[in-house]
């Protein structure tokens, strides 16, 4: 049996809108498990606000977290952990630009460390999953250090300003993407970083050919994942763009379309009733 490699987001495609993984899909991903086959998570999330469902499945795999900038197995310790933050200087940079714009917060990440620039009660629940050590007000006199991703939230008419401010002045040091949960936001991370980037190492690291990955999303943060993947599938609820550029689309978030879809392609045989 030819070993496969199944890459999962969460938000969006792994989870239903209710932040849970349905009890189907958790049974098909159970069977594969135990044929053999290694799963693995690959989310825009920190590890803190992954880890419930890494230990729900009873993974055993390296972990792609902030979108490929965090590279890690929870298990393993002689896995060579990836952590590439933004280079020196940018992020102070960049908060500067934003502070120029109409934005509503701009929170940063380091590892377990989260620093909010606006008081903000949704926002600190929100970033709160994992009790890490979180501090709030102006990231220009509380972010002392190189953070692992910026997050951005603005009201959509400013969304495409952003985005075209940072394409045009940070382009050759960062990436930056559109992700919809816990909150829509841009998420910034250092230039040539994604899940694809993350999984490549970590397919090299179990010995997968590449010929053997099945990867699903639904998001701007995904797409670089869905056309590195042999198997690319889109969910149902996905944005076009990501339609687009997918081998594949599936069945919604919310109606078990990464269930439905391994057991058709594995011919598993699992009734939903």
């Known amino acids: 049996m030819k070993q496969f490699l199944i890459c999962l987001d969460l938000d969006g495609t792994l989870l239903n809108d209710q932040k849970e993984i349905s009890p189907y899909t958790f049974r098909v991903l159970k069977t594969l498990q135990q044929q053999g086959h290694a799963i693995m998570i690959a989310t825009g999330r920190p590890y803190r606000a992954s880890r419930l469902y890494y230990e729900q499945l009873g993974l055993n795999t390296p972990v792609v977290n902030f979108n490929g900038a965090f590279v890690h197995h929870p298990h393993d310790p002689q896995f060579q952990t990836q952590h590439h933050r933004l280079d020196e200087g940018i992020a102070t940079s960049i908060i500067e630009s934003l502070?120029?714009?109409?934005?509503?917060n701009i929170i940063a990440e380091v590892k377990d460390c989260v620093f909010i620039d606006q008081p903000d009660h949704r926002l600190f629940e929100g970033f709160s999953m994992g009790n890490p050590v979180t501090k709030v007000g102006d990231l220009r006199e509380n972010l002392n250090e190189d953070p692992t991703s910026l997050l951005i939230e603005a009201e959509e008419i400013m969304i495409p300003r952003i985005k075209q401010m940072l394409t045009r002045f940070y382009a050759e040091n960062i990436e930056h993407r559109r992700w919809g949960a816990p909150f829509?936001?841009?998420?910034?991370?250092?230039?040539g970083i994604s899940?694809?980037?993350g999984i490549d190492y970590i397919k090299d690291y179990l010995q997968i050919d590449h010929d053997q990955i099945i990867a699903f999303g639904d998001e701007d943060n995904d797409i670089e994942m869905i056309k590195y993947a042999n198997h690319g599938v889109a969910m149902g609820n996905a944005i076009d763009e990501l339609k687009h550029v997918a081998k594949e689309t599936t069945l919604s978030n919310n109606e078990d379309g990464i269930g439905l879809y391994l057991n058709e392609f594995f011919n598993l045989n699992i009734s939903k009733e």
Request: glycine share 0%; net charge positive; hydrophobic share 45%.
């Open 99 to 104: 502070k120029k714009m109409e934005i509503q």
């Open 184 to 191: 829509p936001v841009i998420e910034i991370v250092k230039k």
């Open 195 to 197: 899940k694809a980037v």
